[in-house]
């Protein structure tokens, strides 16, 4: 008899006469296990216990009564602990069910992602902490130790690595004080000190007339139940501000809130705006916080101690007890897509735990995805607008720079009317920011004798030049490798040339071309880590730099007051390649690093070079007509049955062995439904037709709207067989056709 799909009860049900449990755990399996509830232990759904699995010990979830009819009775193992700390909510439990099915991913890979930190399952580690001693021994007090004992004269205790960083000795130093006698141990709360809680009276910015409507519309929904509102304003608008209203009211409503950010990276100027609106500063939660930091940020939140968490999507997964809003900032960014495991949407799954929780959404976006538009035009969404840049800034002129007709120089990539406008906007002594979005130096590298290219041995992908680092690098797999000096397909010497730009070649022309400017250029490779960012985003606001150079990283939400020019150097690049959303994606983006431009009293340029200006995204841009343009893009798509009025499932088919995934990919296409509301469309080579030296092929699975997009994939998979070696990858809702 095949094992029930797992599936999670409601909340503190007692358990169960026969008291057989089914347990849930953190691998990729579809089903939840069943285990026996020994005579003296108390179980409930969500708890967390720990269970024998083969010869080792695992923590899983309780995730509801066992099968009567499961397995026997006398080879039912025992659960043998319930950890001490608070339950997995119920809302958090449908979630992973809700996502498992949705995305047909096993239960306990998204389980897995709910339970990132087992540490914070523990209790705390006991924490040392160090004070200065009663009476001060007789010791040779070195520079060091001199530091140290300043360090600690009046402040809290503090345990030996914070105080080893302040003082700027090792910890060898702290410790040899205590051993001294000089300190005193004493025992630091374990988890945390006790942080200061955003106070919602706090007084806030005096908001406009416009964005205090749709702050008390938005903070008016907060005890409302479910509903979703998309909060859609002009870049510079202050969407933040007038989020920060909802934001209060679940506060005064004792609930937690949850803000969902694209790139926690780029938060610096956020936090200091929360704290500045707050009194106090929220909870960070992202994959590079140290283990302890993640560990006490995950009990604080399953405690209902943190009110406010900012976090990127996997925040999603972590354990509030008492959410009461979920807010999704640039909710039409495409980093909210998780590509690799359990393949999800973040904003999407951010609408579902919504309404699971009964409370309100709120998604925000100067470009709002097509999807939250035509929610919001067929009434499911609500919607509130900001029309205008908050203090009369006023929104950027945006020209087009015909690149057929202003070509630059040979091996150069600025056309003659951006070189004069920068040049402008230096004596003016403003800012600009070039953006291109090429990491790198050149995108391709050729041989100038033979014309062989230089290809990474595992994708289908070009070599990247990095000058910087000295190294030819895959964006796709990370291998690298040195430049060679001679061409490894004909042998000549020297004749290996870059082609085309990357932000380091563009920064050796900005160089050539304003020696005197200060320059900085800002990338992923560039710039590692928040710390790093919020320094780099400081120095641009502070106008230590008059040219940035950046990829996507500078497009996202900064506010630069004295940057007055934004140049795009290569606006056609997103549109390449083609796939469903490239001209969304492309008006979207060029749209928001516009949008940097002009925020306070000095007026904003934007400079797009393009080699097709009569391009609809191009004129949408120039004409500041996004409705427009999105009327177009959702005609164009009503009629193909594109998403959203479509339904749209790739399957992606890769192995090592190219016959294999052949072999499955045709017997896929061949089992694939067909009838008038669906179609299978391939197989076909993925454009990435070998990434990490496995061979892929994709199918598309299209559909209309009404059609369970998920029992047609369980029932088209459980009718074929493939070889070993070979995997199939579901990805529901495709955003990346790669
Ligand atoms: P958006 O997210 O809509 O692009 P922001 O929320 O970043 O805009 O706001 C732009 C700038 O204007 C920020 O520096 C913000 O602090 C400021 N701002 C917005 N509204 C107000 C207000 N009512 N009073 C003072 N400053 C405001
Ligand atoms: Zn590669």
């Known amino acids: 008899m095949p094992k029930r799909h797992a599936s999670s009860t409601g909340p503190n049900e007692k358990l169960n006469p026969t008291r057989r449990v089914s347990v849930l755990l953190p691998l990729p399996l579809g089903t939840a296990y069943d285990y026996r509830q020994p005579a003296d232990m108390e179980l409930t759904p969500g708890d967390f216990v720990s269970v024998p699995l083969g010869r080792r010990q695992t923590v899983g979830v309780v995730w509801g009564e066992g099968d009567p009819a ?3 009775e006398s080879r039912l193992k025992d659960v043998a602990a319930r950890l001490d700390c608070p339950p997995m909510p119920e809302e958090t439990r449908r979630l992973v069910d809700w996502v498992s099915r949705y995305t047909l991913s096993p239960a ?15 209790p705390a580690p006991p924490r040392v902490g160090y004070m200065p001693a009663e009476e001060m021994p007789d010791i040779r007090v070195t520079a060091a130790r001199k530091r140290v004992l300043e360090a600690i004269a009046g402040g809290p205790a503090r345990g030996a690595t914070e105080l080893a960083r302040e003082a700027a000795v090792s910890t060898s130093v702290v410790t040899g004080l205590a051993d001294a006698g000089a300190l005193m141990r004493v025992a630091l709360p374990a988890d945390g000190d006790p942080v200061a809680e955003p106070d919602p009276e706090n007084p806030g910015p005096k908001l406009n007339d416009e964005q205090k409507e749709a702050g008390a519309e938005l903070a008016g929904a907060v005890d409302g139940g479910f509903s979703v509102t998309l909060l859609d304003g002009v870049t510079g608008a202050g969407k933040t501000e007038v989020y920060f209203e909802a934001v209060a009211a679940a506060l005064r409503d004792r609930k937690q809130v949850l803000v969902l950010v694209p790139e926690i990276a780029l938060t610096g100027q956020w936090l200091t705006r ?17 283990r302890g930091r993640r560990r006490r940020c995950w009990r604080r939140i399953a405690e209902g101690r943190a009110r406010v968490v900012v976090g990127a999507r996997s925040a999603l997964f972590l354990p509030f007890s008492e959410l009461g809003l979920i807010i999704v900032d ?24 919504a309404r699971l929780g009964e409370i309100p959404a709120i998604l925000v976006s100067a470009t709002p995805s097509l999807e939250t538009v035509t929610n919001v035009d067929s009434g499911r969404y609500r919607s509130q607008h ?3 840049r908050h203090g009369g800034a006023e929104m950027p002129s945006v020209e087009l720079v015909d690149m057929r007709r202003n070509a630059p120089p040979r091996q150069r990539w600025l056309a003659p009317p951006l070189v004069t406008a920068l040049k402008e906007t230096l004596e003016a002594g403003e800012q600009s920011l070039l953006f291109l979005n090429r990491r790198g130096y050149a995108p391709l590298t050729l041989c100038r004798g033979c014309g062989h290219r230089l290809q990474c041995p595992n994708c289908t992908a070009w070599l990247v030049e990095h000058r910087f680092s000295g190294k030819l690098q895959c964006h796709h797999c990370g291998y690298a490798t040195g430049l060679p000096k001679e061409c490894p397909e004909c042998g000549a010497e020297d004749k290996m040339a870059a082609c085309g730009p990357g932000v380091e070649r563009l920064a050796e022309e900005v160089t050539a071309l304003f020696p005197e400017a200060r320059m900085s250029l800002m990338t992923s490779d560039t710039v590692r880590g928040p710390e790093a960012a919020a320094a780099f985003i400081e120095a641009i606001a502070n106008h230590e730099i008059d040219i940035i150079l950046g990829t996507q990283i ?3 939400g900064h506010h630069f007051p004295m940057l007055t020019l934004v140049g795009v150097v290569d606006a056609d690049l997103g549109l390449m390649g083609g796939d469903l959303r490239a001209s969304e994606r492309t008006f979207q983006l060029l749209h928001q690093v516009s949008g940097r431009a002009g925020r306070e009293d000095r007026p904003g340029r934007v400079m797009l070079q393009t080699y097709h200006p009569d391009h609809p995204v191009m004129l949408a841009l120039a004409e500041g007509a996004r409705d427009r343009f999105l009327e177009a893009e959702a005609e164009m798509r009503r009629d193909g049955g594109w998403p959203p009025f479509g339904r749209l499932v790739a399957l992606i088919v890769s ?19 067909n009838s008038k509301d669906m179609r299978v469309l391939g197989p076909a080579p993925a454009p990435l037709a070998i990434l990490r030296g496995r061979h892929r092929r994709r199918l598309l699975l299209k559909a209309t709207r009404d059609i369970d997009m998920q029992k047609v994939l369980r029932q088209w998979l459980s009718r074929v067989r493939w070889p070993n070696g070979v995997r199939v990858q579901v990805d529901v809702d495709p955003y990346s056709f790669l």
């Open 108 to 122: 306990g890979a998204v389980l897995r992602m709910a339970m990132s930190i087992p540490e914070a399952l523990e």
């Open 70 to 72: 499961g397995i026997e």
């Open 274 to 290: 929360f704290a500045r609106r707050f009194g106090a500063e929220p909870e960070l939660w992202h994959s590079d916080l140290a």
């Open 386 to 388: 900001l029309s205008a």
């Open 554 to 556: 500078v497009a996202k």
């Open 330 to 353: 640039e909710e039409h960014d495409s980093s909210y897509k998780q590509e690799e495991g359990v393949i999800y949407h973040a904003r999407d799954m951010a609408v579902v735990r």
């Open 655 to 673: 192995g090592r062995d190219e016959g294999d995934v052949d072999t499955a990919a045709n017997a896929l296409g061949r089992a694939g439904p």
